[in-house]
């Protein structure tokens, strides 16, 4: 979740600062989120101001439900959702999260003497894998198995490189956007056999993946 924080030195519109709710949260009530935050926090004046962010809580959200959930015909409150790994990392890149905490809100915390940001680092992808692989199986197996989902949608590379090496089974370990995308594949958790829909990540960005999603969603509404 992110409040759009400003001081007298500095200031930041989209600042991480507490999970979402649950994954692929629709920030629909991002405005009182954000001010139990602020009173559990003890939020003081001379901090600045913390307001919420409006377009990006719960961005990712909301297009999960318009491009994924919508052309499938599924409710949000019908779906099961989780993370192949419930931790909050942030890149370093320029622009990014991690940038305009370490530039932007560091300096000024430093001279205040509050605390500084301590988020972790994204690692490398095959990192990433491994990591819910190995120390995240037994939760989504069980996950799997509490849900009794008939369909299991997977959002990204990583999400599906994740699914394969715990199912198995006919699933690959990455997206194509060729002809393929948006084939079901079957997997079997505990003996019980569902169906596996890879997709793209709705942060995904490049207009080819974009045209190639795009594509299915006219398809499913066919």
Request: neutral net charge; aromatic residues 8%; charged residues 25%.
């Amino acid at each position: 979740m992110h409040i759009r924080w400003k001081h007298p030195q500095q200031r930041i519109a989209a600042l991480a600062v507490a999970q979402e709710p649950w994954p692929f949260w629709a920030g629909e009530d991002e405005a009182e989120r954000v001010d139990q935050w602020r009173h559990a926090v003890g939020w003081r004046p001379e901090w600045g101001t913390a307001e919420p962010v409006g377009h990006v809580n719960g961005s990712s959200g909301r297009a999960v439900q318009e491009r994924v959930l919508r052309p499938l015909g599924i409710e949000p409150g019908q779906v099961w959702m989780t993370d192949a790994l419930p931790f909050f990392h942030v890149h370093r890149t320029p622009r990014s999260q991690g940038e305009a905490m370490s530039t932007r809100y560091d300096p000024v915390a430093r001279e205040h003497g509050w605390p500084v940001h301590r988020l972790p680092t994204r690692p490398p992808v095959d990192q990433l894998i491994q990591c819910a692989v190995t120390c995240e199986r037994t939760r989504i197996l069980d996950e799997m198995t509490d849900s009794s989902t008939p369909l299991l949608i997977t959002l990204g590379n990583e999400a599906l490189a994740v699914a394969a090496r715990l199912l198995g089974g006919t699933l690959p370990d990455r997206l194509t956007s060729d002809g393929s995308y948006g084939q079901r594949h079957r997997a079997t958790v505990n003996g019980k056999s569902f169906e596996v829909l890879p997709l793209v990540h709705p942060g995904q960005r490049g207009t080819h993946w974009r045209q190639t999603h795009d594509q299915w969603v006219e398809r499913s509404a066919e």
